[in-house]
């Protein structure tokens, strides 16, 4: 293995976007600057070297997205690069079954990473060899005293339709409980609906949208709250699941895979995607019923060890050095 190698994380969304893939991106990075050079760019070509040094090339590639960095993995492919690909929530289900570009990302990859244990059971038989599950983690914190006059249901995310956030909206509106309140994080990703989404809070004053909020902010926002709701339509190991979980928060979410996968096929507060009854019951039984809240707890807590962040560094460097230690490797 070269002295310090280089690493070279490509993530299509960078700081300004705030999201998840921006998350997973940065937390690589930290984790693997002990002992490794690392940057994060949008993309990669030959000639940016690395570092800003045409001269320099990386020793390894980790990218996120199969489609959105397929350009970027078939350069580095081409370079002759060892190539990790983490798969997101989109790749999974939806673009490797038909988009071109991600499919070739899926041959091209030396290693792929899902972030959830049912991940895997969506890649074709023949990449699964080279794949490894390696679940995300955030720092564990206390709850903070939640709101006393209302019961905060908390919506974390960019408004985009792979989050149905009007799901949740649409949950609320059963209610007509005047404690109960949607707060909402993120910006609009898609104007659509983000656009439902503001139609939905004019209509109703308990939802409450807070917009894009830094990181840190955001995380106390869900360590204040009574339960996290995740509506989506896919996923490919939410952060935000995780932020709350070890946070000591209870999470509601939508009967995925992605969210499944890290809590587990008989965790008790899932509904079917879209299927706003249903969350709705689900609501009204954490409100209503301390034990059923006290059961979602426990669970949350009975889980939370396995997303410590030594955890997740000790996964992101052992894969990094099983490429560079490789001595069999040849280029795809």
Partial sequence: MPR????????????????????TARRWSAFLRAGHRVEIRSDWAPGDGFAGDPRVRPDVVVALHARRSADSIARAA?????????????????????DRLAQRSLGLADRLVCLQARGPEALPAEVR???VVIEQSAPARRPLPPRRRTVDLLLVGHLRSEKDPLTAARALARLPDPALRLVQVGGVSEPGCGEAFAAAA????????????PHAAARRLIARGRVLLLPSVMEGGANVLIEAVTSGVPVLVSSIPGSLGLLGDDYPGVFPVGDDAALAELIERCRDRPAFLDDLRAR????????????????????????LDDPTRSPR
């Fill in 4 to 23: 310090n190698p280089r690493v070279a994380i490509i993530s299509p969304a960078l700081a300004a976007a705030n999201n998840g893939n921006w998350q």
């Fill in 202 to 213: 004019a209509a109703d004053p308990r939802i409450e949208r807070r917009g894009a909020l």
């Fill in 300 to 323: 949350c807590a009975a889980i939370a060890p396995r997303f410590a962040p030594e955890r997740e560094r000790d996964a992101v460097r052992t894969l990094v050095r099983s490429l």
């Fill in 78 to 98: 081409e370079a002759g690069l060892p190539i990790v690909l983490v798969m997101t929530g989109t790749d999974l289900y939806r673009d490797i079954g038909h």
């Fill in 129 to 131: 060899p080279r794949t």
